[in-house]
Structure formats: structure tokens, C-alpha cells
């Protein structure tokens, strides 16, 4: 079975900070993981996506994420948040083996000015 | 390009009541999945189809059927609406069959309230 989990239901930050935001997963296989974004009363729109190669993978609006296969995780960073990017982001995994998605539970950022 | 798009974006249904959320897509891809996504949950797949003719169940199909009618379209039907089915129904779509590795898009979404 794979599973995926965000630690945090919310964080905050202030606007030009560092954000973060947490994903650890578990699969059988080799996994393939995303990052979507969420604003209200909206659709998931596609940032990243790890599939193989460069552990560092850099995507939409700024955003990065940095594969840990030895720690099993896949953290969303951004080096100084905006305002804009407050909203949901899930975390998603999939793998050879499944070959569907499983998402995490969502996390909260909220970016004060 | 209108990428995947969801009919209608709000609906109330009563207990017991049927009724069909429509989903196309025009970016010629081959897999289509419905998802709900309720509070604290993340999304949960309740049905997909991998290519035009064939559908699976996903993590939560009891009370759902599912159509693909054509490549473009993937309808998912509640015959007799309850109000655990109260959510947010979610339709995505990815270019490669089974869509292992493929980015799934995603359409914005039909709010269902079952009274």
C-alpha cells in the first residue's frame, strides 16, 4: 500500500520569508511524486513533479522540491512567499506498482503581509 | 483549449435523488478520474477510466457509477443521492493510458449538497 502524509494542517509565514511545506510518503516501487495548489472555490493546478533524476526539481510560481529517497520525503519550498501564495497544497505519490495517485490531506499556508 | 471542465458547478439534491455529473476533457488524453475531496481528507479516487471502454473502481465507489462515453467525456452518476455523498467532485484527466507517471489535470469542481 502507499500513503502519504503533510504534518502540518496549517502554516504561516510572513511575506518574503522562507516557506515550507512538508510531504513524507510511503510506496513499494520506485515513486513518482507531485505537488498541486489549490485556491478557493478552485481546481488542483499542477506546480512539480518528481520522476527520476535531479533529486531538486524546480517548477511553477518559484516553487521547488527537494527528493529525500533516504528519508522518504518530498518538501515544497519556497525561498520568499508571497502574499498569493496563500492557499491549499496537497501533496500526491504514485508508483510502478500502483499506478494511481494517493494524496495527502492538504496543508493550509497562509502568507501575512 | 478549455483544458477539463465540469458540469454543473453547483447542485442540491434531496435524499434519494439521482443525478449526473458530466466531465470532458480536449486534450486527447487517455485517462480520466473522478475524485472527491471532503475537509481534512485530500482527495479520494472513487472511479477511473485508464482508456475509452474500460473503467475501475477507485478507493470509494459504493454509490457511484461511472460512463465513459467517449475519449473526451467520463460522467459519474449518483442513483439515489445520500447525504454522506455531500462533497466536492473533482474530474482530472492524464495523456497516458493508466497514467502511472503522468501529470493528472484537473477541472474546478462541482459542489454537491445532499439534504
Known amino acids: 500500500a502507499q500513503s502519504v502524509a503533510q504534518p502540518e494542517d496549517q502554516v504561516n509565514v510572513a511575506e518574503g520569508n522562507p516557506l515550507t511545506v512538508k510531504c513524507t510518503y510511503s510506496?513499494?516501487?520506485?515513486?513518482?511524486l507531485f505537488w498541486y495548489v489549490q485556491y478557493p472555490n478552485r481546481g488542483l493546478q499542477f506546480l512539480l513533479k518528481?520522476?527520476?533524476?535531479?533529486?531538486l526539481v524546480k517548477g511553477s510560481y518559484g516553487f521547488e522540491a527537494e527528493f529525500n529517497k533516504s528519508q522518504t520525503s518530498f518538501h515544497l519550498k519556497k525561498p520568499s512567499a508571497l502574499v498569493s501564495d496563500s492557499a491549499l497544497y496537497f501533496c500526491?505519490?504514485?508508483?510502478?506498482?500502483?499506478?494511481?495517485?494517493?494524496f495527502g490531506a492538504g496543508t493550509q499556508v497562509v502568507v501575512t503581509p | 483549449n478549455a483544458g477539463v471542465t465540469q458540469t454543473p458547478k453547483f447542485q442540491v439534491l434531496k435524499t434519494g435523488q439521482s443525478m449526473t455529473l458530466q466531465c470532458a476533457q480536449d486534450?486527447?488524453?487517455?485517462?480520466m478520474y473522478w475524485y472527491r475531496q471532503d475537509p481534512g481528507m485530500g482527495l479520494r479516487l472513487i472511479y477511473y477510466?485508464?482508456?475509452?471502454?474500460?473503467?475501475d473502481k477507485g478507493e470509494v465507489p459504493n454509490g457511484y457509477n461511472v460512463s465513459r462515453l467517449n475519449k473526451r467525456e467520463f460522467s459519474l452518476r449518483l442513483e439515489s443521492a445520500a447525504p454522506s455523498q455531500t462533497s466536492v467532485y473533482f474530474c482530472?484527466?492524464?495523456?497516458?493510458?493508466?497514467?502511472?507517471?503522468?501529470?493528472?489535470?484537473f477541472g474546478p469542481g462541482t459542489r454537491l449538497t445532499v439534504l
Open positions: 486534450m486527447n488524453h487517455n485517462s
Open positions: 518528481y520522476i527520476t533524476g535531479d533529486n
Open positions: 500526491a505519490v504514485s508508483s510502478d506498482s500502483w499506478g494511481k495517485f494517493q
Open positions: 510506496v513499494s516501487g520506485n515513486p513518482y
Open positions: 477510466s485508464a482508456s475509452e471502454g474500460t473503467t
Open positions: 482530472a484527466s492524464s495523456e497516458a493510458f493508466a497514467g502511472v507517471r503522468d501529470t493528472q489535470y
